[in-house]
């Protein structure tokens, strides 16, 4: 796998998060929308939009960092993991604010990203 599928998904993650957050800004002065600033749909939302630009900044950081140690093609693991981390949690985040109990899922992004990260330190700087 190359490594520029994660650079243009973490750019791509980038202007997702402008714009998913460009939508909850047209609302977010109402104090009561979707059941106030402090409300579980609220705080699941924000988090996506969080995600997009962290996971997308991450894809970017994997992506260069392969590029320049000139480990493409060795790394398909972890960038696999990273971009389905990518996708997956703010897709999660917005499946848990609409029905709590898909919290759970949340195992599916996090173990994603935990295991494509760790794959990445243990292949490429520890012996």
Not at 40 to 53: I, K, T
Not at 71 to 100: E, H, I, K, N
Request: with cysteine; proline share 5%; charged share 10%.
């Amino acid at each position: 796998m190359d490594a520029g599928l994660n650079l243009f998904a973490g750019w791509l993650g980038i202007l997702l998060g402008v714009l998913f957050g460009t939508a909850l800004g047209l609302r977010f002065q109402e104090e009561g929308w979707l059941g106030g600033y402090g409300s579980w749909p609220r705080r699941m939302l924000r988090l996506a939009h969080v995600s997009f630009f962290g996971l997308g900044f991450l894809n970017i950081a994997f992506g260069l960092t392969a590029r320049e140690l000139g480990l493409l093609g060795q790394l398909a693991w972890p960038a696999a993991l990273l971009l389905a981390g990518a996708a997956s949690m703010p897709l999660t985040c917005c499946l848990a604010a609409v029905r709590p109990s898909c919290r759970q899922l949340f195992v599916l992004p996090v173990g994603s990203v935990l295991a494509g990260l760790g794959l990445f330190v243990w292949r490429v700087w520890l012996p």
